[in-house]
């Protein structure tokens, strides 16, 4: 009853948030108490927002709590370390339910320190000392505390098994050899110890030769390694600088068309202006002419009339009405489509190029084949996607407190109570949420049938797990994707950035991932497959599948046959 009142102190006076005894402690204004460094560092993190929560209660406090020393807090941790200490001295000698006892003691039994082959028994130091002094004994076969001595006795003839039957492959008594073993070929269990030791010397022997091996491999496989990175940084280096000459070539040329253009452009525009002007004097020249006619044509004089006429009357040749029709738009379209078709004669070289010479990629005698139309290609039916299945279990060491798994751990299920989970670093503190068990490599896919308002997602292992929700959230980070679904609308999230996603609604999601070509796409799934989104992205480590459930929301994650 002690021991078990210094437990329960040790939990009175532990911090919650490193879960160890309280150094420095600090109470804050609600009435829980933690370590002085421990609070610090967790508000720190809540600075940005400037309200300051306790991690236990969730009550706010704004401004920032002042913190001070529990000195009597202080002084009860340190006497219950001398107290624990002292209890545990006390205790150490003495044999608990998994020791091995000492056979001799009476009342309460202290340790084993040795067994004994032959008696069959198991003493403390204490009692252990005639085997020692007494010469008879000294002679003893003494081991490590064993339970087991027991299966040393025959139980048939309550005797020590001092034989062994080799052709029953058995330990034996004596009585047995000349009983029911009479016939067989028995030898001392020493014999056969011997005997067995020298195959056991062997089997060391090989499985020794057979390391050496595999560490040479290793070795090898790991120089295969850095020549790999060394030849891959290389062409990286390489085609960047190929392409870098490319792309200035391709500016080049792009300014000499823009200056072709210009040029075009300001030949064009000086022609037009002097037809233009050309026109305009026209225009002037004319309406000059309708003033001298008008007039004329009110002169009263006939004879005045007839005079001046022939001169009047008489017109300048007017302009040349195909020189009006200036059209050089055809010049400029001809220009666009030439650079059009440029462009595509560079996609088919560049795709029918690296297609070729990325089918299938030689490492040192190795053939890695990277086909990349393999890559582009995703299941179109549901039947193709299941052959991509896997089995998707939540890990309830990531579990949210108020978070209940069922369903061996395939369903999670939002509580407003708290759930009896023990102290894990990967469980996620503050915000709502659960990983798999699972990693996802390669090509996986999988469905998850929800209810209320979730989150489904996808996230690297060391996404935060105590910090902010920008820290923390899925899709409010750079490690994290997530889909969120509401009973008539989708939205996907990615570093804090929300992308309008449209779709049919349905209660049942199906992702597919292509993680070495960098695929996650989002499916709703009824009676037939509607792709909602899609991400074409670098996935630079593996991804785990996980979920955020507000109040009242449910997710599945379905068993696919």
């Given at each position: 009853?002690?021991?078990?009142?210094?437990?329960?102190?040790?939990?009175?006076?532990?911090?919650?948030?490193?879960?160890?005894?309280?150094?420095?402690?600090?109470?804050?204004?609600?009435?829980?108490?933690?370590?002085?460094?421990?609070?610090?560092?967790?508000w720190?993190?809540?600075?940005k927002?400037?309200?300051?929560?306790?991690?236990?209660?969730?009550?706010?406090?704004?401004?920032?709590?002042?913190?001070?020393?529990?000195?009597?807090f202080?002084?009860?941790?340190?006497?219950?370390?001398?107290?624990?200490?002292?209890s545990?001295?006390?205790?150490?000698?003495?044999?608990g339910?998994?020791?091995?006892?000492?056979d001799?003691?009476?009342?309460?039994?202290?340790?084993?320190?040795?067994?004994?082959?032959?008696?069959?028994?198991?003493?403390?130091?204490?009692?252990?000392?005639?085997?020692?002094?007494?010469?008879?004994?000294?002679?003893?076969?003494?081991?490590?505390p064993?339970?087991?001595?027991?299966?040393?006795?025959?139980?048939?003839?309550?005797?020590?098994?001092?034989?062994?039957?080799?052709?029953?492959?058995q330990?034996?008594?004596?009585?047995?050899?000349v009983?029911?073993?009479?016939g067989?070929?028995?030898?001392?269990?020493?014999?056969?110890?011997?005997?067995?030791?020298?195959?056991?010397?062997?089997?060391?022997?090989?499985?020794?030769?057979?390391?050496?091996?595999?560490?040479?491999?290793?070795?090898?496989?790991?120089?295969?390694?850095?020549?790999?990175?060394?030849?891959?940084?290389?062409?990286?280096?390489?085609?960047?600088?190929?392409?870098?000459?490319?792309?200035?070539?391709?500016?080049?040329?792009?300014?000499?068309?823009?200056?072709?253009?210009?040029?075009?452009?300001?030949?064009?525009?000086?022609?037009?202006?002097?037809l233009?002007?050309k026109?305009?004097?026209?225009?002037?020249?004319?309406?000059?002419?309708?003033?001298?006619?008008k007039?004329?044509?009110?002169?009263?004089?006939?004879?005045?009339?007839?005079?001046?006429?022939?001169?009047?009357?008489?017109?300048?040749?007017?302009?040349?009405?195909?020189?009006?029709?200036i059209?050089?738009?055809?010049?400029?379209?001809?220009?666009?489509?030439?650079?059009?078709?440029?462009r595509?004669?560079?996609?088919?070289?560049?795709?029918?190029?690296?297609?070729?010479?990325?089918?299938?990629?030689?490492?040192?005698?190795?053939?890695?084949?990277?086909?990349?139309?393999?890559?582009?290609t995703?299941?179109?039916?549901?039947?193709?996607?299941?052959?991509?299945?896997?089995?998707?279990?939540?890990?309830?060491?990531?579990?949210?407190?108020?978070?209940?798994?069922?369903?061996?751990?395939?369903?999670?299920?939002?509580?407003?109570q708290?759930?009896?989970?023990?102290?894990?670093?990967d469980?996620?503190i503050?915000w709502?949420?659960?990983?798999?068990?699972?990693?996802?490599?390669?090509?996986?896919?999988?469905?998850?049938?929800?209810?209320?308002?979730?989150?489904?997602?996808?996230?690297?292992?060391?996404?935060?797990?105590?910090g902010?929700?920008?820290?923390?959230?899925?899709?409010?980070?750079d490690?994290?994707?997530?889909?969120?679904?509401?009973?008539?609308?989708?939205?996907?999230w990615?570093?804090?950035?929300?992308?309008?996603?449209?779709?049919?609604?349905?209660?049942?999601?199906?992702?597919?991932?292509?993680?070495?070509?960098?695929?996650?796409?989002?499916?709703?799934?009824?009676?037939?497959?509607?792709?909602?989104?899609?991400?074409?992205?670098?996935?630079?480590?593996?991804?785990?599948?996980?979920?955020?459930l507000?109040?009242?929301?449910?997710?599945?994650f379905?068993?696919?046959?």
């Amino acid at each position: 009853m002690a021991q078990q009142g210094v437990q329960l102190n040790r939990e009175n006076f532990s911090c919650s948030i490193c879960l160890d005894l309280l150094k420095d402690p600090v109470t804050i204004p609600c009435g829980h108490s933690y370590c002085m460094s421990c609070i610090n560092n967790f508000w720190d993190e809540e600075d940005k927002k400037e309200i300051y929560s306790c991690p236990q209660c969730r009550q706010t406090f704004t401004p920032r709590p002042v913190l001070m020393k529990n000195t009597m807090f202080a002084a009860l941790v340190e006497q219950l370390k001398k107290t624990g200490l002292q209890s545990a001295s006390a205790d150490l000698c003495y044999a608990g339910p998994e020791d091995v006892a000492c056979d001799v003691c009476t009342g309460r039994k202290l340790k084993a320190f040795k067994s004994c082959l032959v008696c069959l028994v198991s003493y403390c130091e204490k009692h252990l000392q005639p085997h020692y002094e007494v010469a008879p004994l000294k002679k003893h076969k003494l081991v490590d505390p064993s339970k087991k001595l027991q299966e040393n006795i025959c139980s048939r003839h309550d005797e020590v098994m001092k034989m062994f039957c080799r052709t029953d492959q058995q330990s034996i008594c004596y009585l047995c050899s000349v009983e029911d073993h009479n016939g067989h070929e028995t030898v001392s269990a020493a014999a056969e110890r011997t005997e067995r030791q020298r195959g056991l010397a062997v089997s060391r022997l090989n499985i020794q030769q057979r390391i050496q091996d595999r560490e040479k491999d290793v070795k090898m496989l790991q120089q295969e390694v850095e020549a790999v990175s060394l030849s891959a940084d290389k062409a990286v280096e390489d085609s960047e600088k190929i392409f870098t000459e490319l792309i200035r070539l391709l500016q080049k040329r792009s300014s000499d068309v823009k200056q072709q253009i210009r040029s075009q452009q300001e030949t064009e525009v000086s022609r037009v202006k002097e037809l233009q002007e050309k026109l305009q004097q026209e225009i002037t020249e004319l309406k000059r002419k309708d003033a001298e006619l008008k007039q004329l044509s009110h002169t009263e004089d006939h004879n005045q009339f007839l005079h001046n006429y022939p001169s009047v009357s008489q017109l300048s040749e007017p302009t040349d009405s195909s020189s009006i029709n200036i059209r050089p738009l055809r010049y400029f379209e001809d220009v666009t489509a030439a650079v059009s078709e440029l462009r595509d004669l560079l996609q088919d070289i560049l795709k029918d190029k690296c297609d070729k010479e990325m089918t299938t990629i030689s490492l040192t005698g190795t053939e890695v084949e990277v086909l990349l139309s393999d890559l582009k290609t995703e299941p179109n039916t549901r039947p193709e996607f299941f052959k991509y299945s896997c089995e998707i279990t939540l890990d309830p060491n990531t579990a949210n407190t108020e978070l209940l798994l069922s369903e061996g751990n395939r369903k999670v299920e939002r509580m407003r109570q708290k759930q009896s989970y023990s102290s894990h670093p990967d469980r996620f503190i503050r915000w709502y949420q659960v990983l798999s068990r699972e990693s996802l490599t390669g090509r996986c896919y999988w469905e998850v049938e929800w209810r209320g308002k979730v989150r489904v997602a996808v996230a690297y292992k060391n996404i935060s797990r105590a910090g902010g929700w920008d820290e923390c959230g899925f899709g409010r980070n750079d490690k994290s994707w997530a889909l969120r679904c509401d009973t008539n609308s989708y939205g996907f999230w990615f570093n804090s950035v929300k992308s309008p996603v449209s779709g049919p609604h349905s209660s049942r999601l199906g992702l597919y991932l292509d993680h070495r070509a960098g695929i996650l796409s989002f499916y709703s799934v009824s009676e037939t497959m509607t792709l909602l989104h899609r991400v074409q992205t670098t996935f630079t480590q593996p991804l785990y599948a996980g979920v955020f459930l507000p109040d009242g929301a449910t997710a599945e994650f379905c068993k696919l046959k």
